[in-house]
Structures are given as C-alpha cells and as structure tokens.
T-cell receptor
C-alpha cells in the first residue's frame, strides 16, 4: 500500500482565517479523496481531487469553502477557508492505488483542526 | 441512500477474550466492504477488504465475514490484547467511488 504523508498533523486557528492541508503520496495513485470527521461522527466525503482539473464536490460542500488542488498524481491540497468553530474536525486524505471500485482505500494520519 | 450502522457503539472486554463487532448496511448492491481501525486523534488503518463476491477474509487474529444478501458484516477478533483498543470502522462502497462509513465501535481491552 502507498505511504501517505499529511501536513500539518494538527493546528489551532482563529476564526476567519484559512488553512491549507497537504497530502503527499510516495507513489502515483489513481484516485485521491478528502474526508472530514466531525467530533463523534463518522467520516464524510468532501470531494474527489481530480488531477489537472476541478475537484468533484459532494452535496453540502462547495469550492469556495474547500478549494482543492491536485497538480499531479502524488500530491493534493485542501484549503479550509474563512474558518468558523464548526469547521473543527479531523480532515483526512485518502487514496486508491489500484484501478476500479474493487480496490481498497488507504488513509493518511489526518489533520486535527481546532478553530477558536 | 446507503446507511451503515455499527453495533455496539462501545465495548469493553478483558484481555484474552474473543469478540465480534457488527456492521449492517441498507443497500446490498455493494462493490466491497472495508474494515478500518482508528486510534484516538489519528487516521485510519485498513484492516480487511471483502469484495462483494467473497464471504470472508482473514488476517492474523482478525476475521471478517460478509453476508451481502442480509446486509451484514462481522469482524471477529481472537484472543484480544490491550493493543487492540481503538475504534473500529466499517465502510461500504456502492455505486460510486465514495465509501459510506458507520460511526464505529470503540473497543477497550482491559489488561
């Protein structure tokens, strides 16, 4: 499986500011995703990061709030913009290394974000 | 809309016991089901992946089963150890690349 490095591992930010989270994979991957895990909740998919084009967002998530970049097959960033305390969550990068929906997903260690 | 439920929400067992974690899902048209482990404040570690055509998968002390027709999966942990303490998450993939997760079972293994 791929080695996924996510930075930062945690941060405390003031409301109204933005934070960019980086996800670096040690090999080229077919699919990259960003998930959010709010306190006490299950994981929710934010968007699929598409290489060289705009990300595909799930219902309830918009590009202005969560801009995503994926310049190549090993790297992606997620920005949480104009943060409020409700954005306090763990944000996780996920990758699929194989082709097709039968392949497993692997996750990074996550970024624990606290907004004050 | 796919929904995944995990019961119990929390479980505490003495070291050495065998235990079973349960996962149910509402839409049986899935590609696969994946079990993860999450340590506090950390990311997810993939434990087992069961394809829709499979009945079970084993890795060490872990055995996962899948009954797609009834929408159920179980994760069996043999001879539990304190290091097994974590939250165990079940996730299914159906119709898209998205995984739908349950809320997890928090396991505590008491020495």
């Amino acid at each position: 499986s791929a080695v996924i490095s996510q930075k930062p591992s945690r941060d405390i930010c003031q409301r109204g500011t933005s934070l960019t989270i980086q996800c670096q994979v040690d090999s080229q991957v077919t699919m990259m995703f960003w998930y959010r895990q709010q306190p006490g909740q299950s994981l929710t998919l934010i968007a699929t990061a598409n290489q060289g084009s705009e990300a595909t967002y799930e219902s309830g998530f918009v590009i202005d709030k969560f801009p995503i970049s994926r310049p190549n097959l090993t790297f992606s960033t997620l920005t949480v913009s104009n943060m409020s305390p409700e954005d306090s969550s763990i944000y996780l990068c996920s990758v699929q290394t194989g082709a097709g929906r039968g392949s497993p997903l692997h996750f990074g260690n996550g970024t624990r974000l606290t907004v004050t | 809309k796919q929904e995944v439920t995990q019961i119990p929400a929390a479980l505490s067992v003495p070291e050495g016991e065998n235990l079973v974690l349960n996962c149910s899902f509402t839409d049986s048209a899935i590609y696969n089901l994946q079990w993860f482990r999450q340590d506090p404040g950390k990311g997810l570690t993939s434990l087992l992946l069961i394809q829709s055509s499979q009945r079970e998968q084993t890795s060490g002390r872990l055995n996962a089963s899948l009954d797609k027709s009834s929408g159920r999966s179980t994760l069996y942990i043999a001879a539990s150890q304190p290091g097994d303490s974590a939250t165990y998450l079940c996730a299914v993939r159906a119709g898209s690349y998205q995984l739908t997760f349950g809320k997890g079972t928090k396991l505590s293994v008491i020495p």
